[in-house]
């Protein structure tokens, strides 16, 4: 019997609380080897691979330009090895955002990153922008990623873009601040989320978990 572990790799292009990251993988998968790298020949032999990111979209593209991650993330993407993506990782995902004047992104997911703008308002309330904090996320499909978690249960968010996608059927989760937005869009091996499964509790652990086990298939 082989005791070779698998791994995880997350994808390190300084963009991202990355230790965090790790650390709730390493917790609910202790049977499996968790590398945090810029390496990309050790990323393309990882079994799955975590693409997280936070900040400006601008500075992450480029960065993810320079070191050539977008090539990588589509590599990883053709492959069929499961693609998780967080936060920014999933904004960059998108064909285009709207942050810094307008950022041309990795054209993976057909969709678009919005502001939520400065004038955000629910039944005549204003609403802070970032949307910051717990909410609630629909789960608009039965996918192995939600294994575990109760429908609606709640996720920590930290944003002030959202994600539109063209096709409804590529929505995994939703979720509504002022608008409807995307907590979370699937394809195939690949499965992004807005919120910070990381820093969700319960919820988020589980769904980094069911992350450790999938085979990138519904």
Request: with cysteine.
């Amino acid at each position: 019997m082989s005791s070779i572990k698998p791994t995880i790799a997350v994808v390190d292009y300084g963009m991202g609380n990355l230790h965090s990251v790790s650390k709730a993988l390493e917790h609910v998968a202790p049977d499996t080897r968790i590398i945090v790298s810029a390496d990309i020949d050790e990323i393309e032999h990882a079994d799955r691979v975590v693409f997280p990111g936070v900040g400006a979209i601008r500075d992450c593209m480029a960065e993810i330009r320079r070191l050539q991650f977008d090539r990588l993330v589509r590599d990883v993407a053709a492959s069929g090895r499961p693609l998780l993506g967080i936060c920014v990782g999933m904004q960059s995902l998108m064909r285009h955002s709207e942050e810094n004047q307008g950022v041309e992104c990795l054209d993976l997911m057909p969709g678009e990153v919005k502001f939520f703008g400065n004038d955000l308002q629910e039944n005549g309330e204003r609403l802070k922008v970032p949307h910051m904090g717990w909410n609630q996320v629909k789960q608009d499909i039965d996918h192995p990623l939600w294994q575990g978690i109760k429908d609606e249960d709640r996720f920590y968010f930290v944003h002030s873009y959202y994600v539109t996608v063209d096709h409804p059927e590529l929505v995994g989760g939703s979720c509504h601040y002022g608008v409807d937005f995307a907590a979370a869009v699937y394809r195939d091996n690949l499965f992004a989320v807005q919120f910070h499964p990381e820093k969700s509790q319960h919820a988020g652990l589980e769904l980094l978990k069911n992350f450790a086990h999938w085979d990138g298939k519904l």
